[in-house]
């Protein structure tokens, strides 16, 4: 595949991404703002010897893509707010039973039906605490069609690796605005293959005995090996157990996967913050915002400094401290009522330097929004 130049929507942009990633097969239920994924990918899926099937709901959507996986497949489903809500039972069982997925939502104004054509970005703690239940869970954002395309291929890089589902968690401003993309060649970027196992027919198969190394070596349902698949806790050979040593072994793995790997996890972007006493941080379609107030501002002499998070969760506190702790004060832009600026003020030794420049009625964030409130903390002598 040689390097190719388009002009598409960030839903686009998503498909080409998981294109390039590898997808098999996906299943979804069209959902404003996130149906372009659906619309596209049933043309080309097939094209590229892919499955593409449209499910009654979302949450059938879910435990289909679960089966594709099981199957040997890399999968995807698309949605919004109130899909992504219906997901959730099946999204936790895919956390216990280890099945590798990528969960896009682009995300709308809620709760409920919301504002369904408008933007918002109020799905980040529903993202990291949706499913009950203690667990851990890998979130990824972007800004740019650029960067959303890489952050498609490395959520199922992500999924592969931790077998864990990833969620991309986009908003309608990016699903819907127009831009170039450049697409690399094959090759340019790093593609995690599934890793099945080398144990042959007949012989005892543990699917979840972890490796030296961590990971999880899976045979394909229909394949050489039967084994049990479960949403309880659950021994090696996946039967379930209810077993005190088990049931703790098996949370803690599940959870330390992904906690302890955060360093590997973890992307961002960062300008100007070696001089910054004003840091902008900021994820998805608002952090565009966010980049265009430093960049006039500092053409101006004031020393502002910019922060984007690619990788929400897990949330990547100790570089949030290092990286900012030098700011006098600290402004988190996002579409929500402060979201992410609760993480932030729990990662910086000075929670009090920390201030949320936000907009929660459907319109993108401005960068006059953003100096508006950035006039009112200064006018305030913080």
């Not at 997925?101 to 369904?116: A, K, L």
């Not at 790093?190 to 961590?214: I, M, Q």
């Not at 430093?294 to 990788?311: A, P, T």
Request: contains cysteine; aromatic residues 8%.
């Amino acid at each position: 595949m040689e390097e190719r130049v388009v002009f598409v929507q960030g839903n686009g942009a998503c498909v080409e991404g998981a294109l390039y990633a590898g997808l098999g097969f996906f299943a979804g239920y069209p959902i404003t703002p996130s149906t372009e994924i659906a619309e596209i990918l049933a043309a080309r899926l097939p094209r590229q010897g892919g499955r593409f099937i449209q499910m009654e709901d979302e949450i059938a959507s879910m435990c289909a893509i679960i089966g594709g996986s099981l199957t040997g497949h890399k999968v995807m489903t698309a949605t919004s707010g109130p899909g992504f809500s219906l997901m959730q039972e099946s999204l936790g069982y895919a956390i216990m039973a280890e099945i590798p997925c990528v969960i896009v939502n682009v995300q709308r104004g809620g709760p409920s039906t919301g504002n369904p054509t408008h933007v918002g970005q109020g799905d980040v703690n529903q993202a990291r605490w949706g499913t009950h239940g203690d667990h851990s869970i890998i979130t990824l954002s972007a800004s740019t069609h650029q960067d959303l395309f890489a952050m498609t291929v490395h959520a199922f890089n992500m999924a592969e690796t931790y077998r864990t589902p990833v969620i991309l968690l986009l908003d309608e401003v990016i699903g819907h605005m127009r831009e170039k993309l450049v697409i690399p060649e094959a090759g340019v970027l790093p593609v995690v293959d599934r890793l099945r196992t080398a144990v042959k027919r007949g012989v005892d198969y543990h699917p979840y005995l972890p490796r030296e190394d961590g990971r999880l070596p899976m045979s394909d349902f229909g394949g050489d090996h039967r084994y049990n698949v479960t949403g309880l806790y659950h021994d090696m050979w996946g039967f379930p157990s209810s077993n005190p040593k088990v049931v703790g072994s098996l949370l803690n793995h599940l959870v330390e996967k992904i906690e302890t790997s955060v360093h590997d996890i973890t992307r961002y972007k960062e300008r100007y913050l070696d001089d910054a006493e004003v840091v902008l941080l900021s994820f998805g379609s608002a952090a565009r915002s966010a980049l265009h107030t430093v960049e006039n501002r500092r053409r101006r002499g004031d020393k502002l400094g910019y922060f984007e998070l690619q990788s929400i969760w897990p949330f990547p506190s100790g570089l949030v401290r290092e990286k900012l702790r030098k700011a006098r004060r600290i402004v988190v832009v996002e579409m929500n009522k402060g979201q992410v600026t609760a993480q932030v003020k729990a990662a910086v030794e000075k929670p009090e330097r920390v201030f949320l420049a936000n907009r929660i009625d459907g319109e993108l964030i401005s960068p006059t929004n953003i100096a508006t409130i950035l006039r009112i903390i200064q006018g305030k002598g913080v």
